[in-house]
């Protein structure tokens, strides 16, 4: 099938249109560096826009005795020990600057009446230090970056798939993609790549994701360069995503639900959570009701969809309209539920990849020369738990920093060999998927993979279950070797779901197998056969399909901010 290619050339690409592709493009623009921006999304609608809570920054304009280094201090404990001290200090006291960038961009932060950018508590913060924009604050983070870039006439290519990075010789020298409306190839030849396409949270049957975001993509394209991915097991499970419709199953009811007063309920009418935390009820922490959640469902307790109940009926009409908008207009949209008067049918989702591409602290680089990983594609923070307001300060201020750590790439090149061969190979990679007729639904093996991952690598994980699933995904890679890709009259987005269900199966591969390996309970990862913690595994799992799995230790933590770890209360903060 004969297809146009266009052809194009840039100093540094940029891959992924959401907050820290965007922050990495407007960085570059702004030194003069010639950059170019691709997504698969339509860029207004990246899966950043989604983020409602609100955004750290030890700012101290509500409680004057935080500082860089507590904040610093709650990350890493909130990290089960598994999050890199060096990132920590970076993003940490990188945050103000990341503050200022989107005020000097534009935003529109909550604030007090003085004048002051507003604060709030955030899960296991010790002060306030999450500043927001109602509960629209990814959004408006994203509308601010999208609004600097066009000033700064950055060209966005928002329709662009990239199947492939060109590698010659363990370095980066581009892109290899098609157009998902007319198929158009994009060869994108580029002196760095900064890879910013999200995580994998996707291919799980109930995921806070939509079904074209976070299938591991930025995974499957590191590790076909040469890169290598640092605890992939290492997924949140939100408490509170919804059950049906099927095709909206995960979709977050936000935890301000549990905030303002929701309570849990199981089939029976009991509120299960006195059993779990009984002091801080729904108001525990996002692991600790997830499990609750879980464990109500398998004991049998669950509703018959497999859910539970969350319900806020019994709270004033006017403050669920006033505190609950979001929530109250999504269920009406989806399910035509009154929330006002029924409770709502929820299960734990997966939300967050915490671990990812692996990359050196200082600057984000990965083991291939020129190529760099950002947001939630990358890996370092946030360790077994991420603490709530985090991923949004951490794509600020690395999207600044690696853009940097880009232009001084490329300007110390002094010629940049390509390889003919690697990008006949990455034509051929398309050639061969257009020409496939088989028997296999591609959409129907997508399906698989998440039925696996939910089945086996879920809240809770057991060795059995966990080399059952990886039984299941051979069988299924096996089947992918007989799909059949049809693209049509309203573009080539069969093509693309071909290149996710790749990248799905990479990425489910690689987490059963780090899973497997971490025999212990840390944080997010639950091993009901291992429930302790065990001090010989505070490190981090590093996986690639031809070394396999490696530990890698963590530096220690600095004293300055060694001491200042504690408990820290979350009487009356939502714990995220």
């Given at each position: 099938m004969a297809a146009t290619e266009r052809r194009l050339s840039t100093m540094v690409l940029v891959i992924g249109t959401g907050g820290a592709g965007l922050r990495a493009?407007?960085?570059?623009?702004?030194?003069?560096?010639?950059?170019?921006?691709?997504?698969?999304?339509?860029?207004?609608?990246?899966?950043?826009?989604?983020?409602?809570?609100?955004?750290?920054?030890s700012l101290a304009t509500?409680?004057?005795?935080?500082?860089?280094?507590?904040?610093?201090?709650?990350?890493?404990?909130?990290?089960?020990?598994?999050?890199?001290?060096?990132?920590?200090?970076?993003?940490?006291?990188?945050?103000?600057?990341?503050?200022?960038?989107?005020?000097?961009?534009?935003?529109?932060?909550?604030?007090?009446?003085?004048?002051?950018?507003?604060?709030?508590?955030?899960g296991a913060h010790k002060y306030r230090r999450t500043?927001?924009?109602?509960?629209?604050?990814?959004?408006?983070?994203?509308?601010?970056?999208?609004?600097?870039?066009?000033?700064?006439?950055?060209?966005?290519?928002?329709?662009?798939?990239?199947?492939?990075?060109?590698?010659?010789?363990?370095?980066?020298?581009?892109?290899?993609?098609?157009?998902?409306?007319d198929g158009t190839r994009h060869l994108v030849h580029a002196d760095a790549v900064i890879l910013a396409a999200g995580g994998h949270t996707r291919i799980w049957r109930r995921t806070s994701s939509r079904r074209d975001e976070n299938t591991g993509d930025s995974f499957r394209l590191a590790v076909e360069a040469g890169?290598?991915?640092?605890?992939?097991?290492?997924?949140?499970?939100?408490?509170?995503?919804?059950?049906?419709?099927?095709?909206?199953?995960?979709?977050?009811?936000?935890?301000?639900?549990?905030?303002e007063g929701g309570i849990l309920r199981n089939a029976l009418g009991e509120r299960f959570m006195t059993r779990y935390d009984p002091q801080r009820m729904e108001l525990s922490t996002r692991d600790r009701v997830a499990l609750a959640s879980y464990t109500e469902i398998k004991e049998g307790r669950g509703t018959p969809d497999g859910?539970?109940?969350?319900?806020?009926?019994?709270?004033?009409?006017?403050?669920?309209?006033?505190?609950?908008?979001?929530?109250?207009?999504?269920?009406?949209?989806?399910?035509?539920?009154?929330?006002?008067?029924?409770?709502?049918?929820?299960?734990?989702?997966?939300?967050y990849s915490m671990g990812g591409v692996w990359v050196r602290p200082e600057d984000h680089s990965t083991d291939v020369r020129g190529l760099y990983a950002i947001g939630e594609a990358s890996s370092g923070l946030h360790g077994a738990n991420r603490l709530g307001g985090n991923s949004l300060i951490e794509l600020l201020v690395y999207g600044r920093i690696t853009a940097q750590a880009a232009a001084a790439h490329s300007a110390s090149l002094t010629?940049?060999?390509?390889?003919?061969?690697?990008?006949?190979?990455?034509?051929?990679?398309?050639?061969?998927?257009?020409?496939?007729?088989?028997?296999?639904?591609?959409?129907?093996?997508?399906?698989?993979?998440?039925?696996?991952?939910t089945e086996h690598a879920g809240v809770v994980r057991d060795e059995e279950g966990l080399r059952t699933g990886?039984?299941?995904?051979?069988?299924?890679?096996?089947?992918?070797?007989?799909?059949?890709?049809?693209?049509?009259?309203?573009g080539y987005q069969?093509?693309?779901?071909?290149?996710?269900?790749?990248?799905?199966?990479?990425?489910?591969?690689?987490?059963?197998?780090?899973?497997?390996?971490?025999?212990?309970?840390?944080g997010c990862h639950n091993r009901s056969d291992y429930p302790d913690t065990n001090p010989d595994l505070q490190v981090n799992l590093v996986w690639s399909p031809t070394t396999g799995i490696t530990h890698e230790s963590i530096p220690p933590v600095p004293e300055e901010i060694a001491s200042l770890m504690e408990d820290v209360s979350t009487d009356g903060k939502l714990a995220e």
């Open positions: 493009a407007i960085e570059l623009a702004e030194a003069g560096v010639d950059v170019l921006a691709v997504g698969k999304r339509p860029k207004e609608d990246a899966h950043t826009a989604l983020a409602a809570g609100g955004i750290n920054a509500m409680d004057p005795e935080d500082s860089w280094q507590q904040h610093a201090a709650d990350t890493l404990k909130e990290s089960y020990l598994l999050g890199d001290p060096r990132t920590t200090r970076i993003v940490t006291q990188g945050a103000a600057r990341g503050i200022d960038d989107l005020e000097r961009y534009g935003m529109a932060f909550a604030r007090e009446d003085d004048g002051r950018i507003s604060q709030r508590f955030f500043a927001f924009a109602g509960d629209y604050t990814g959004l408006e983070i994203q509308r601010t970056l999208i609004r600097r870039a066009n000033q700064l006439g950055i060209p966005v290519l928002d329709s662009v798939y990239i199947t492939r990075l060109l590698v010659h010789d363990g370095t980066v020298f581009g892109a290899y993609g098609f157009d998902l409306t890169a290598r991915l640092r605890d992939p097991e290492l997924v949140q499970f939100h408490p509170s995503g919804i059950i049906e419709p099927e095709n909206a199953a995960g979709t977050l009811v936000s935890e301000a639900a549990r905030g859910g539970v109940w969350l319900d806020v009926s019994h709270l004033p009409r006017q403050t669920i309209m006033n505190r609950l908008p979001r929530v109250y207009q999504t269920l009406l949209d989806l399910q035509m539920l009154d929330i006002t008067r029924e409770p709502v049918e929820v299960a734990p989702t997966a939300h010629a940049h060999p390509r390889s003919a061969a690697a990008v006949h190979e990455a034509r051929a990679e398309i050639d061969g998927l257009l020409a496939a007729d088989g028997p296999e639904n591609v959409r129907a093996l997508q399906r698989a993979v998440r039925n696996t991952m990886l039984t299941e995904l051979a069988a299924i890679e096996e089947r992918m070797e007989h799909v059949g890709v049809h693209p049509d009259i309203a069969d093509l693309a779901h071909a290149f996710d269900l790749k990248s799905a199966a990479l990425a489910a591969r690689a987490t059963l197998e780090a899973a497997l390996e971490r025999r212990e309970t840390r």
